[in-house]
DNA sequence: CAGTATGGTGAGTGGCTCTCATCGACGTCT
DNA sequence: AGACGTCGATGAGAGCCACTCACCATACTG
């Protein structure tokens, strides 16, 4: 049964104590996946540096998974704001230069969190379904830029690809609308994933620091991927 | 149940069973790996399986990162194996279509062991210097694809940086040589980093089945991606 | 046949996530 | 203002984990 059903107020003072607490611990969490990955992260430690006792966290997290799952959607919209705010007007050709290495700075500024989206943080952890609409709001801001493109011939199966998810998923038609109202859906929703998986590979290089000896340089690599594309959707 | 009798080479009756031990100890971790990932392996459960005890396996792997080091340098040797057989005569763009997908069906047919080479699986974990020399070799047939190719205007500076790699590393420039002694080593090496973004990022994406709503055929998007490579590079 | 190197064991350390009963303190309601 | 009840925090503990160490028995070796 609810506790006190009958005032819903917004903020009563354990409200927000405790708000301000699960923030604190998500904070502190946040210091320690940066410096370790999502793998480093303990609650034991979390609670030691927020001056508690270990089961002291599970009065406000259910679980180590839980709030790794919450962090990871604050990261969704952390870098999706990051493409947002990089979305602009201008030649379709510079807007998706300006995506792009919107997205590859966050990514290099926040390896570990981008390692946190991109990869599978625990052994049995599954990702909930909210992650996947976070991931189509960060790449919304490509769709547009996609519209006004066309296919060559070598993506037309993709695009056909494209034309039928978009037929029968209602949600992605939702989303492709109100991204990039005007164009072909197909074709923003082909060239769109083209940039994601480039993007993906990019920044996975980057920021694993695989690419060590290349003069270190994964801007330059993701310039030449993204001018390549931009060449092949007729930018 | 050991046939000892016969002692045909050098290695005495101790080594052999030590080898034989060895091997099954990674046998049962790759299935352990298959199962879960990287973080799923217990060493625990290895030695359960075997039928020991759990400190026994310290005489055969001084740690579990050593035996994830062995397994991972087993793995860049069988994906570079399925590159190389994929390796045929041929117009280049077929030729890189068909790498392409060797690659990539080698990834969706074991999951788990190419988020081994692609990840980070322990949180300290640091990857040996051979496992670079791994990934050369299983770049290595993408080379001569791309010698004969050219860079577009937006790929000149990759292919600068490419070039000023392979004059500061000799390593590289005899990497290059090996696998495509004729063309530009310059051009070769910014297409081949490329084509492995591009991997990286469909396969990564592919595996984790991120776009389990898309028809599910990553694939496709990795004809798409990879014919658009082949366009700049002019092949 | 004696010596010894090697593989295996049990016990133990310190860490982890997570559960549970209990205690105390604070906000809430009468 | 006082009593109530909820929530936060705790210590103890279960069950994992990797890893160390002293010790023992076996089986290869000179």
Avoid at 181 to 186: N, Q, R, S
Wanted: charged share 20%; aromatic share 6%.
């Amino acid at each position: 049964m609810r506790a006190t059903h009958h005032t819903e107020r917004m903020s009563t003072p354990r409200q927000r104590y405790r708000d301000q607490v699960r923030s604190e611990i998500k904070q502190i969490a946040l210091v320690q996946i940066g410096a370790g990955g999502a793998a480093a992260l303990s609650l034991n430690a979390v609670a030691k540096q927020l001056g508690v006792t270990g089961p002291a966290l599970y009065k406000y997290f259910r679980s180590r998974d839980d709030l790794l799952t919450e962090l990871i959607l604050e990261a969704f919209d952390d870098v999706a704001g990051a493409v947002r705010a990089a979305a602009g007007g201008g030649p379709p050709r510079e807007r998706l230069h300006a995506l792009a290495r919107a997205f590859h700075g966050w990514a290099v500024a926040n390896p570990h969190l981008f390692q946190l989206l991109a990869g599978t943080p625990s052994p049995g952890y599954e990702a909930p379904p909210e992650s996947m609409l976070r991931a189509r709001s960060v790449l919304g801001p490509f769709l547009p830029v996609f519209a006004g493109g066309h296919c060559r011939p070598g993506t037309e199966p993709l695009r056909e690809q494209m034309r039928r998810w978009v037929e029968e998923t209602p949600a992605v038609a939702e989303w492709v609308r109100t991204f990039a109202p005007e164009g072909d859906p197909a074709t923003a929703l082909a060239g769109t994933v083209m940039a994601w998986a480039q993007l993906q590979g990019v920044v996975s290089l980057d920021v694993q620091g695989q690419f060590a000896g290349l003069g270190h340089s994964g801007a330059t690599l993701l310039d030449a991927v993204i001018d390549a594309l931009a060449d092949s959707m007729g930018l």
